[in-house]
């Protein structure tokens, strides 16, 4: 089954791009539909998950536009998933793949495997979790990862990882936007708070965020 994805609508028609934008700032877009909708289906297949990356953060407070869904399962649950979902309102972007796209929208939903580590995908201190009470949290419907662990998913990804400095500049726009102070690093992992303190002072200092 071959169907349009968002990101080729995107491309291919500015004037559609642009009320896209204005709808996923409202909520409204074809990302937030697609979340809603895997949710719900996540939720009767009674599957564990917390959505992650740029809608955990728009969840969170910082709000930038992103194309995809990222969502934190096991990696028994991904199996599930795929028998359950695969041909039914999703297919996989490519044969193999452990990514699905909603069929109706053309959004990717990506799956974020618990277990894996993030940035340079090498041994660290800090794993995806499993998607369980201790680092999720629930509003309207929908479970995302709570605060601390998306800084620390984010810290050690853009600390390991040079490619993925995007995910420093997330956490410095956290920062700023809600604000965080400099003693949150408590709630962090041992692991990054040295890098959290250097973000915060750079927030301080006015250094200019990735989104800046």
């Keep these: 089954m071959s169907i349009i994805t968002y990101e080729e609508r ?5 004037r559609w791009a642009l009320s896209e934008g204005s709808k996923f700032f409202e909520e409204k877009g074809a990302v937030q539909d697609s979340l809603r909708k895997i949710a719900k289906r ?3 297949l009674n599957i564990p998950y917390a959505v992650a990356g740029g809608m ?25 998933i795929h028998q359950a979902l695969d041909g039914l309102g ?6 193999g793949s452990k990514n699905l796209r909603d069929a109706d929208t053309g959004v ?7 277990g894996n580590y993030p940035g340079d995908g090498k041994p660290k201190p ?3 979790p499993e998607p369980n009470d201790e680092v999720t949290l629930e509003a309207d419907g929908v479970r995302y990862v709570n605060l601390p662990t998306l800084m620390n998913l984010k810290i050690a990804s ?3 990882n040079p490619g993925r400095l995007q995910d420093l500049g997330d956490v410095q726009n956290l920062i700023k936007r809600l604000p965080l102070a400099r003693d949150y690093l408590s709630q962090l992992h041992p692991f990054v708070q040295d890098k959290y303190v250097e973000l915060w ?12």
Excluded: C, W
Aim: glycine share 6%.
């Design 126 to 128: 800090i794993a995806f």
């Design 108 to 114: 990717k939903i990506e799956f974020i495997v618990s």
């Design 158 to 160: 853009g600390m390991t």
């Design 10 to 14: 995107l491309n291919a028609d500015s």
């Design 201 to 212: 002072d750079g927030v301080q200092q006015g250094s200019p965020s990735v989104e800046e």
């Design 90 to 95: 999703y297919v996989p972007p490519f044969q």
């Design 56 to 80: 955990a953060l728009f969840h969170h407070g910082f709000r930038r536009f992103t194309e995809d869904v990222d969502i934190l399962v096991t990696r028994e649950s991904l199996d599930r």
């Design 42 to 44: 996540l939720l009767d």
